[in-house]
């Protein structure tokens, strides 16, 4: 049964490591709005498809929740992608990656600024590291670029979309007790519907793309994959092994990501890379296992990207 768990949460994180690689192969094929607008549409109808029965079995928590799922969908889904997929059209796909790896150091800091979550002197050593893989990466190998606060267009992008999915998932600590095929379809069609004003304002600025027969192809794998079946894989996993040992997983996300860079869009692997990957990646392992017993996880139990 570990071993089927093992095999649910690397799918399911190497669905999400290729949703970068998605951003970037879909330049010159679909725009970033367009596709954001796209893919939630298409798991909406999807999610839908498998959902009606708990839909309406849940309604009453629904109804009660609407503000909250719909704020889950517009920040968590619309807000996090838009930005994802924009910020690839100035940075790297492997920056993208790696610099998603930044999600659970910020949202630690919010747990502990917000709820005092207990802190250990490891969580503060690995959360350190982390924080300067992720610096590394967005300086591109040079701290003089953050001194002269020249950061690349693509990576303050990616910031915000690292800020708007970490208030997403503390959010979740308030999400009402339906069944998660509801808590995938109310969010998503939020996400379908808030997508549509930033398609309006991607059209007024005259970059709007319709897709063609690869953009479609890019849209469903964002859709299929990157929303729901690793959404499903990963809920299977927790179910197995527990939150707490499933969102360890969370951190492949980032070596997924680069090492498809490297493979389907014959990026550079840098030095730098390296090393922020292995300051990231090595961070957060010594702040999980430094974590004290009675402390929440540090990454989410359930994510959507």
């Known amino acids: 049964m570990q071993i089927t768990a093992y095999i649910c949460l690397v799918i399911a994180t190497l669905c999400w490591g290729g949703n970068a690689v998605a951003g970037k192969l879909a330049l010159g094929h679909v725009s970033p709005m367009m596709l954001t607008l796209l893919r939630w549409t298409l798991a909406t109808l999807l ?23 719909f704020f889950y969908g517009i920040i968590g889904y619309t807000t996090f992608n838009a930005m994802l997929y924009s910020a690839v059209q100035y ?3 492997i920056n993208v990656a790696i610099e998603q790896a930044g999600i659970p150091m910020l949202i630690f800091l919010l747990n502990f600024v917000f709820f005092r979550t207990s802190v250990s002197a490891a ?3 690995g959360f350190g590291m982390t924080l300067i893989g992720v610096a590394l990466t967005a300086a591109h190998g040079d701290f003089a670029t953050l001194l002269q606060l020249s950061l690349n267009r693509g990576d303050a ?25 509801t808590l995938m379809a109310i969010p998503a069609f939020a996400a379908a519907l808030t997508s549509v004003p930033l398609l309006i304002w991607e059209s007024s600025k005259g970059n709007v ?26 809920i299977k996993g927790v179910e197995t092994i527990g939150a707490n040992r499933a969102g360890l997983f969370i ?5 997924f990501g680069t090492l498809l860079s490297v493979l389907l869009l014959a990026e ?20 999980e296992k430094g974590r004290p017993k009675d402390a929440a996880p540090t990454v989410p139990a359930s994510p959507v990207d």
């Open 91 to 93: 940075t790297t796909a």
């Open 123 to 125: 969580q503060f050593a």
């Open 209 to 234: 793309q319709v897709p063609d027969a690869n953009g479609w192809v890019i849209a469903f794998y964002t859709a299929i994959f990157a929303s729901l079946l690793a959404q499903i894989l990963y």
């Open 268 to 287: 550079e692997l840098q030095t730098f890379h390296v090393v922020a990957l292995a300051l990231t990646l090595g961070g957060i392992a010594i702040a």
């Open 157 to 181: 992008l990616m910031l915000i979309a690292v800020v708007a999915y970490s208030v997403y998932t503390i959010f979740l600590r308030w999400k009402p007790p339906v069944d998660w095929r």
């Open 47 to 69: 999610i839908a498809a498998v959902s009606l029965p708990y839909l309406k079995r849940d309604w009453p928590l629904v109804r009660k929740n609407l503000p909250l799922l």
């Open 251 to 255: 951190n492949l996300v980032p070596v």
